[in-house]
C-alpha cells in the first residue's frame, strides 16, 4: 500500500470553531509531514514528525496543533482560524526525513475554508 | 543559500508535441533533486528522482529528467505530451540543511496547458 489518506477532502468551518484534519499512512514511514498550499503556489512546510516526535515547526501560529498518535496517524488541530487560513492542507510521509534520497508521498489534501 | 528556479510560469504545447521544463537549483554540495506532478486540487505524484549515477533519470508516465551539474539544471523532458498531462508541475531539492534544519524545497512551479 503506497498511499497516503487524508479527512475530510473538504471543511468548511468558522472562525471560532475545532475541528481536525487526519492524515494515515501503511508504508511503515518513519516521517510525516504538514504542509500548507495556497492557489497557485508550492506546498509550505508547516510541521515534520520523525518517529512520532515534532522535529520541524515552521514557525506556525497555535492556532494549528499538530498530533502524532502513533507511526502511522497524523492529526492537524485547527482552532480559531482567520479567512486567510484557507487553503490546501497537504499531509506527506517518508521513510526518514533526514535521508536526502527519501522521497515524498503526498495525500490528496484536504481543502479548507474558512469564513 | 538553497533554491530552486522554475523560470517558466505557464507552458503552452499542443499535444504530440515535445515537452521540457526547465528547473535551475542553487545548492553546495550534490542535491537530491525531484519531480513532482498536481492535479487540480490533488496532492503531489512522484515522477522522478536522482540522487546519484546516471544523469538521464527515467519516471513514470513517459517522462525523463537530465542531471547537468555544470548548468545546475534538471530539466524535465517528454517526447509526445498528451491532454492528460496537463498539470502544475513541481520541482524540488531535499532535504537540504539552512540554520540547521532540514527542509525540503519546491520551486514555484511550471502550469502546463494541453492544446488539442
Same mark, same amino acid.
Given at each position: 500500500?503506497?498511499?497516503?489518506?487524508?479527512?475530510?477532502?473538504?471543511?468548511?468551518?468558522?472562525?471560532?470553531?475545532?475541528?481536525?484534519?487526519?492524515?494515515?499512512?501503511?508504508?511503515?514511514?518513519?516521517?510525516?509531514?504538514?504542509?500548507? +498550499?495556497?492557489?497557485?503556489?508550492?506546498?509550505?512546510?508547516?510541521?515534520?514528525?520523525?518517529?512520532?516526535?515534532? #522535529?520541524?515547526?515552521?514557525?506556525?501560529?497555535? !492556532?494549528? #496543533?499538530?498530533?502524532?498518535?502513533?507511526?502511522? %496517524? %497524523?492529526?492537524?488541530?485547527?482552532?480559531?482560524?482567520?479567512?486567510?487560513?484557507?487553503?490546501?492542507?497537504?499531509?506527506?510521509?517518508?521513510?526518514?526525513?533526514?535521508?536526502?534520497?527519501?522521497?515524498?508521498?503526498?495525500?490528496?489534501?484536504?481543502?479548507?475554508?474558512?469564513? | 543559500?538553497?533554491?530552486?528556479?522554475?523560470?517558466?510560469?505557464?507552458?503552452?504545447?499542443?499535444?504530440?508535441?515535445?515537452?521540457?521544463? !526547465?528547473?535551475?537549483?542553487?545548492? $553546495?554540495?550534490?542535491?537530491?533533486?525531484?519531480?513532482?506532478? +498536481?492535479?487540480?486540487?490533488?496532492?503531489?505524484?512522484?515522477?522522478?528522482?536522482?540522487?546519484?549515477?546516471?544523469?538521464?533519470?527515467?519516471?513514470?508516465? $513517459?517522462?525523463?529528467?537530465?542531471?547537468?551539474?555544470?548548468?545546475?539544471?534538471?530539466?524535465? !523532458?517528454?517526447?509526445?505530451?498528451?491532454?492528460?498531462?496537463?498539470?502544475?508541475?513541481?520541482?524540488?531539492?531535499?532535504?537540504?540543511?539552512?540554520? $540547521?534544519?532540514?527542509?525540503?524545497?519546491?520551486?514555484?512551479?511550471?502550469?502546463?496547458?494541453?492544446?488539442?
Amino acid at each position: 500500500d503506497t498511499e497516503v489518506t487524508q479527512t475530510p477532502k473538504h471543511l468548511v468551518m468558522g472562525m471560532t470553531n475545532k475541528k481536525s484534519l487526519k492524515c494515515e499512512q501503511h508504508m511503515g514511514h518513519r516521517a510525516m509531514y504538514w504542509y500548507k +498550499q495556497k492557489a497557485k503556489k508550492p506546498p509550505e512546510l508547516m510541521f515534520v514528525y520523525s518517529y512520532e516526535k515534532l #522535529s520541524i515547526n515552521e514557525s506556525v501560529p497555535s !492556532r494549528f #496543533s499538530p498530533e502524532c498518535p502513533n507511526s502511522s %496517524l %497524523l492529526n492537524l488541530h485547527l482552532h480559531a482560524l482567520q479567512p486567510e487560513d484557507s487553503a490546501l492542507y497537504l499531509c506527506a510521509s517518508s521513510q526518514d526525513w533526514r535521508e536526502g534520497g527519501n522521497e515524498q508521498f503526498f495525500g490528496p489534501g484536504t481543502r479548507l475554508t474558512v469564513l | 543559500a538553497q533554491s530552486v528556479t522554475q523560470p517558466d510560469i505557464h507552458i503552452t504545447v499542443s499535444e504530440g508535441a515535445s515537452l521540457e521544463l !526547465r528547473c535551475n537549483y542553487s545548492y $553546495g554540495a550534490t542535491p537530491y533533486l525531484f519531480w513532482y506532478v +498536481q492535479s487540480p486540487g490533488q496532492g503531489l505524484q512522484l515522477l522522478l528522482k536522482y540522487f546519484s549515477g546516471d544523469t538521464l533519470v527515467q519516471g513514470i508516465k $513517459g517522462f525523463e529528467a537530465e542531471f547537468k551539474r555544470s548548468q545546475s539544471s534538471f530539466n524535465l !523532458r517528454k517526447p509526445s505530451v498528451h491532454w492528460s498531462d496537463a498539470a502544475e508541475y513541481f520541482c524540488a531539492v531535499g532535504p537540504t540543511i539552512t540554520s $540547521g534544519t532540514y527542509k525540503y524545497i519546491f520551486g514555484t512551479g511550471t502550469r502546463l496547458k494541453v492544446l488539442a
